[in-house]
């Protein structure tokens, strides 16, 4: 019921709500430990909004989580609950991420490229820390569902390409920063094509830092020990499923 409200009063749409519900039958299942009847009213329209918001961005839809939280925190406090930020929503999110199959190792291995990236960096996009682990599990969320672990697909390479993806989507590595040779090449194109529209649709803000096309090369490969041909190989791999 909660999905559904969720859905109904964002977006009208009962295709959306009813692949929310699946969801969250699914994260119940695989969870342990929730109880969406005892738990506070802000804590279950955290879950309920986060659910909402990975349903959007499976179908394409843009569902910035400020708005989807504002919407949150109107039902919480209509039930005498608090309010319900965008972080809120974020973690229970990546609750449902890490719930996933083959998803903890995925999750796992983000974290350690954002903290590498981080001390790479010299923190100089902390306040982007987050919403770049978010961005970067969401995309791996999504392609775990299509996609299982496998020799040839192993958790660590679906965790790089999801972190390139959220990088690039967020211009902190600008587009124009790669190579040439790879622009020529029909696949990127598409995917170039596929993230400049997702930049901007809005879900992902553009920031004022970002890293120079002489600096981001050795910090990507300090950071994931890799290639920058091969991260660019795995990010194309999730791309070309979640970016669909």
């Known amino acids: 019921e909660l999905m559904i409200q969720v859905c109904f009063q964002y977006l009208g749409s009962l295709p959306l709500a009813l692949k929310a519900i699946r969801m969250h039958d699914s994260w119940m299942n695989s969870a342990s430990g929730y109880d969406l009847v005892a738990d506070a009213p802000e804590l279950v329209f955290a879950r309920a909004t986060a659910i ?45 991420v890490l719930s996933s199959n083959s998803a903890p190792s995925i999750a796992c291995w983000i974290s350690s490229f954002c903290g590498r990236f981080d001390v790479a960096t010299h923190s100089k996009f902390a306040g982007q820390l987050q919403k770049l682990e978010y961005n970067a599990c969401v995309m791996a969320w999504l392609f775990a569902l299509d996609v299982p672990a496998s020799p040839d697909q192993l958790p660590r390479k679906t965790a790089l390409g999801s972190f390139m993806l959220a990088l690039l989507i967020m211009r902190i590595v600008p587009l124009d920063a790669l190579k040439p040779q790879w622009l020529r090449d029909e696949g990127w194109n598409w995917l170039l094509t596929r993230l400049r529209a997702k930049q901007h649709q809005g879900q992902c803000s553009s920031f004022p830092l970002s890293l120079g096309s002489h600096i981001f090369v050795p910090v990507l490969e300090s950071v994931t020990k890799t290639s920058l041909e091969e991260v660019c190989a795995d990010a194309a791999t999730v791309g070309c499923v979640c970016l669909e």
């Open 52 to 96: 909402c918001h990975l349903a959007c961005v499976m179908e394409g839809v843009d569902a910035p989580l400020e708005t989807l939280a504002s919407l949150a925190t109107s039902l919480s406090v209509g039930l005498h609950g608090d309010e319900v930020s965008q972080e809120d929503v974020a973690t229970e999110a990546r609750t449902l």
